[in-house]
């Protein structure tokens, strides 16, 4: 079983940084995509970034600039370097990694942006 597990979340003032991670265990293979999402309250869940097994990037546009996605294949890991944090940053953040025809979510983490 695929499990995926989210830690450095936490509270932050605005302009200052947080690095998100994410680890995967399991039988997972080849993982092809991998992916930072957020849902902010009474919000859809959105893309925040993505990276592909060959290092391609594609970033929402409110992040670009700010955000950093980078991945160790090896480790089965995957990063989110979140720089000038702003309070409209505040969700839940969720990573997903794409394996063949599979994917997984892991369980999110709380990022809380103070003004």
């Known amino acids: 079983q695929v499990q995926l597990v989210e830690s450095g979340g936490g509270l932050v003032q605005a302009g200052r940084s947080l690095t998100l991670s994410c680890a995967a265990s399991?039988?997972?293979?080849?993982?092809?995509?991998m992916g930072w999402y957020r849902q902010a309250p009474g919000k859809q869940r959105e893309l925040v970034a993505a990276?592909?097994?060959?290092?391609?990037?594609n970033y929402a546009d409110s992040v670009k600039g700010r955000f950093t996605i980078s991945r160790d294949n090896a480790k089965k890991l995957v990063y989110l370097q979140m720089n000038s944090l702003k309070p409209e940053d505040t969700a839940v953040y969720y990573c997903?990694?794409?394996?063949?025809?599979?994917?997984?979510w892991g369980q999110g983490t709380q990022v809380t942006v103070s003004s």
């Open positions: 997903k990694m794409d394996y063949g025809f599979l994917h997984s």
């Open positions: 990276i592909t097994s060959g290092g391609n990037t």
């Open positions: 399991g039988s997972i293979g080849t993982i092809g995509v």
